[in-house]
């Protein structure tokens, strides 16, 4: 069964990770990306945000995703890979340009994106090749 969540703040991706509403470790991974971006969102947008204050907020962010499910790596990794991605925007401007809130967004949003289009890639491969391995009637067990 599939069904599709809107979670628009970084404490409603928190909640759905804990519960289990998320469920396999490759879509937690992703999902905490996204509760990342999120969550810089509200710092890069709050008032008198700046690249500043979404850095300073990074670890907190970080750490509060990962607790969601303190054991799940792909969590763990994805938090810190998009946290990453915005320290290295930071780090390195271009062209004697230093990049501001939004900026740091969009590397967040980026990093997030390639994340979910790796795991969407990872998945469509395993697909295509498990089905070359099933026969009509055959059952097939799954576990995390």
Excluded: Q
């Amino acid at each position: 069964m599939e069904r599709i969540f809107r979670l628009r703040r970084p404490e409603e991706v928190y909640d759905a990770i804990r519960a289990l509403a998320v469920r396999g470790a490759p879509a937690i991974g992703v999902a905490g990306a996204y509760g990342a971006v999120l969550a810089i969102r509200e710092l890069a947008l709050g008032a008198g945000a700046d690249a500043a204050s979404v850095l300073s907020g990074l670890d907190r962010i970080a750490n509060y995703l990962k607790g969601a499910r303190p054991t799940a790596v792909n969590l763990s990794w994805a938090v810190d890979a998009v946290c990453a991605a915005v320290r290295e925007k930071a780090k390195n401007p271009d062209a004697n340009h230093r990049p501001g809130a939004a900026e740091l967004l969009e590397a967040a949003f980026a990093s997030a994106r390639r994340i979910d289009d790796d795991n969407r890639i990872r998945c469509e491969r395993i697909g295509e090749r498990g089905a070359a391995l099933l026969r009509a009637g055959d059952v097939v067990y799954t576990h995390c």
